[in-house]
């Protein structure tokens, strides 16, 4: 997005009846829009997915949590976390990975199952 200070200025600009303003202005903020929206949505849809396989698998779901969402822990870490070996973190970031590809594709298009209703490959 452009700088604030351009926003303001056209923004003060349409305030004082400068119509052209405005159509300077709303691709502005459409586009950055569009952009926060897409954003939100698919961190919806990731939180949605791991809900799905945190009811089947809590532990895969905490390792991409540590690693991704919240803790950014490197991989040793998230195994001291876990109290699991470093080599179970991997597999399990390696399967869940997967597993989100997967599930948020099919939740993308129009299947109705629900991610939490979907069972699990075997592991």
């Known amino acids: 997005m452009p700088g604030t200070g351009q926003?303001?200025?056209?923004?003060?600009?349409?305030?004082?009846?400068?119509?052209?303003?405005?159509?300077?202005?709303s691709p502005l903020i459409y586009d950055e829009l569009?952009?926060?929206?897409?954003?939100?949505l698919r961190q919806i849809l990731v939180d949605h997915a791991l809900g799905g396989l945190a009811a089947f698998d809590g532990r895969r779901a905490q390792v991409i949590e540590l690693?991704?969402?919240?803790?950014?822990?490197?991989?040793?870490?998230?195994?001291?976390?876990?109290?699991?070996?470093?080599?179970?973190?991997?597999?399990?970031?390696?399967?869940?990975?997967a597993w989100l590809r997967k599930?948020?594709?099919e939740s993308a298009s129009t299947n109705p199952t629900p991610i939490a209703k979907r069972s699990l490959p075997s592991r």
């Not at 569009?34 to 939100?40: G, N």
């Not at 179970?88 to 390696?94: F, I, L």
């Open 103 to 105: 599930n948020m594709t």
């Open 7 to 25: 926003v303001t200025l056209l923004l003060a600009r349409w305030e004082s009846g400068d119509k052209a303003a405005f159509d300077l202005l």
């Open 34 to 40: 569009r952009r926060l929206v897409a954003h939100r």
């Open 67 to 97: 690693r991704y969402l919240g803790g950014g822990m490197s991989i040793q870490e998230t195994a001291q976390a876990l109290n699991i070996s470093v080599a179970s973190v991997g597999r399990g970031q390696r399967f869940t990975e």
